[in-house]
């Protein structure tokens, strides 16, 4: 007899047979672990979500789903690496370019007021470029075409003035170059920590320094030269005295009042008599040497000098050169026996007026 059978529930009808048993000796047939076999289609906790590597297999945990698109916060901004420029640019173009003409006029400006950035020598005239950028502002207001220029009237007026300094510049164009460097400079420090910018303009500050320096220097000596030489053409004409013997009482007439008065010497002395005069008092030019001879009269006092010539004296228009002695003169006791005899000499062939041209000592 055989072995009693477990009794199976009636197969339904239409339902699917039941899955055969897995022969696990077999190739090719993993082996499982005990216990039921998961399904992958099954519900899985909140948050967490797998990805099956094969069917039939555990799947593993990814991490948590990314969010729908749309959703969660915005990404962070990333700074913006412009610095100061960023901000400008982010406010428009007016307003740098505003800022650019503004920056160019205030680095001319020096250099036209001071073409030798010395502040004793400024310029002779300082408001033509300011009358230039002034008088456009107030033109374009006038005409009413501040209204075709839609708010760059400003601009435009700037931009005339800046060309106006550039004119009033051209002797010493290394001001262009200065003025550029330093532009370059301060943008540099701006845009720190990106220094390449800085040491650029570092280094074209220095040329520049270096160019405007030599040519401001040969720009005052030809200022110099054509000093004298109009000096020399005004005493050619006008200067120098008719009487060669009006050069003594002169000499006292300048320091012998209350105030020196160097106008009549400086107008008839030479360059050689002016160096001569200017070394021997230690000074500058003519007004200081005999203001300085003025002091030391005033300060060792004694009776008023004798500036007047005699009504009889005879003119001295024979000679070309003449030396005059002036050595008991109140001129010579306050200037000194290197300045006591005066050479005089014509100043022009058909004038026949006399000119100081050296002092020798007595």
């Known amino acids: 007899m055989g072995e009693p059978r477990t009794p199976q529930p009636p197969e339904q009808p239409g339902a699917s047979p039941p899955n055969p048993p897995v022969d696990m000796s077999k190739p090719g047939v993993p082996e499982q672990a005990g216990g039921p076999v998961p399904d992958d289609r099954a519900p899985v906790p909140h948050g967490v979500w797998y990805h099956p590597a094969a069917p039939g297999h555990p799947g593993q945990q990814q991490g948590q789903p990314p969010p729908p698109l749309g959703w969660g916060p915005p990404p ?4 913006s690496s412009g610095g100061a420029w960023a901000w400008l640019r982010a406010r428009g173009w007016r ?7 503004a920056g160019a006029a205030l680095l001319l400006i020096p250099f036209f007021l001071f073409p030798t950035l010395d502040p004793d020598k400024p310029v002779a005239q300082w408001w033509p470029p300011f009358a230039i950028g002034l008088g456009t ?6 005409l009413r075409l501040d209204r075709l220029l839609k708010g760059w009237t400003w601009h435009v007026a700037g931009i005339a003035f ?16 200065l003025a550029l460097s330093l532009g370059l400079l301060l943008a540099g420090l701006l845009r720190l920590p990106r220094w390449q910018l800085l040491v650029a303009g570092a280094v074209l500050c220095a040329v520049s320094i270096v160019g405007f320096a030599i040519t401001a220097s040969r720009i005052t000596a030809a200022e110099t030269q054509r000093e004298i030489q109009a000096g020399n053409e005004v005493r050619a004409t006008v200067g120098g005295v008719p009487n060669a013997q009006e050069v003594p009482p002169l000499l006292d007439r300048v320091i012998s009042g209350r105030v020196a008065d160097p106008q009549p010497l400086c107008r008839i002395v030479g360059p050689a008599a002016e160096t001569q005069l200017t070394t021997a008092t230690r000074t500058a030019d003519c007004a200081a040497a005999v203001a ?35 050595c008991g003169s109140a001129w010579a006791v306050a200037a000194g026996p290197e300045l006591g005899r005066v050479t005089v ?16 000592p007595c």
């Open 162 to 177: 800046v060309g106006a300094l550039v004119v009033w510049t051209k002797d010493n164009p290394w001001a262009w170059a």
């Open 95 to 101: 307003l740098a370019v505003g800022v650019g003409i």
């Open 345 to 360: 000499t014509w100043t022009d062939d058909d004038a026949r007026r006399y000119a100081i041209t050296g002092f020798q």
């Open 76 to 79: 962070p901004q990333q700074p």
């Open 137 to 142: 502002l107030v033109l374009l207001s006038v």
């Open 292 to 326: 300085v001879v003025w002091e030391e009269r005033a300060s060792a006092g004694g009776p008023t000098p004798v500036t007047s010539v005699r009504s009889d004296a005879a003119p001295m228009t024979s000679e070309r050169t003449y030396t005059l002695s002036t």
